[in-house]
């Protein structure tokens, strides 16, 4: 009820307003991050056919049968070194790479036409500005759908905030977990908190599931 969303809005100890926007913040760039990333690395794994490419492309794979958790111990380390803790950079580059998404953007460009970008070429561009100007806006359903998976799960992100996160980086799912404490669950606001939490997201997808749909059939995951 009202009542709980005003005990949680006015709790400046877990400051859930900020913790909002910390969360809106990382998501967005991760996000925007991750698909230029993944783009451009999904388009070149696709197009180059060379020896290293296929190397490169099993690296790629392998990485999805790694557990995150098992590199979250070095990349805090490298995090620490550079003077990330508490900041976004150290909340939002380590994530930018995105082997699912690379594969994603693989299988979409195996079956984009090339004679598209064989036309632009005859027409004076080059590689660099056929890929911009042709390949990119060709392909909104699967950057669309990419963009929403890695969006929610940047928002959802919850153990790699809390390791490099403090009170200034403190995102909505770690400020939730404050409710819980070893004194007990504070179950109203909790609950409120998880509503509130929820909705942007709910929202996101709402809006952005037909390109979702979409991108994910046009990808070859058929």
């Known amino acids: ?21 910390n969360s809106a913040v990382m998501a967005v760039l991760q996000t925007s991050g991750t698909v230029v990333v993944s783009l451009l690395a999904g388009y070149a794994l696709a197009r180059f056919t060379h020896r290293a490419s296929r190397i490169l492309l099993g690296l790629t794979i392998f990485t999805l049968m ?14 620490a070194q550079l003077g990330w803790i508490d900041t976004f950079r ?40 056929s890929f911009w100007r042709i390949v990119v806006p060709n392909s909104t359903g699967i950057i669309a759908a990419v963009g929403t998976i890695v969006l929610i799960g940047s928002w959802n992100a919850f153990l790699w905030p809390t390791l490099v996160g403090r009170d200034a980086t403190r995102t909505v799912q770690v400020a939730l977990s404050q409710f819980m404490t070893s004194q007990g669950v504070r179950y109203p606001e909790l609950f409120m908190g998880t509503l509130v939490a929820v909705l942007p997201m709910l929202l996101v997808f709402l809006f952005l599931q037909r390109f979702l749909v979409q991108g994910l059939t046009t990808s070859g995951l058929r």
């Open 90 to 129: 150290g909340l939002v580059v380590p994530g930018m790479f995105s082997a699912f998404a690379t594969y994603l953007f693989r299988q979409f460009f195996l079956d984009f036409p090339s004679e598209l970008e064989d036309a632009s070429l005859i027409d004076g561009c080059n590689m660099w500005t």
């Open 1 to 21: 009820n009202l009542t709980n969303l005003q005990s949680l809005l006015a709790n400046d100890s877990i400051g859930i307003v900020r913790a909002l926007t």
């Open 66 to 79: 790694v557990p995150a958790a098992t590199t979250f111990v070095p990349m805090f380390i490298i995090t």
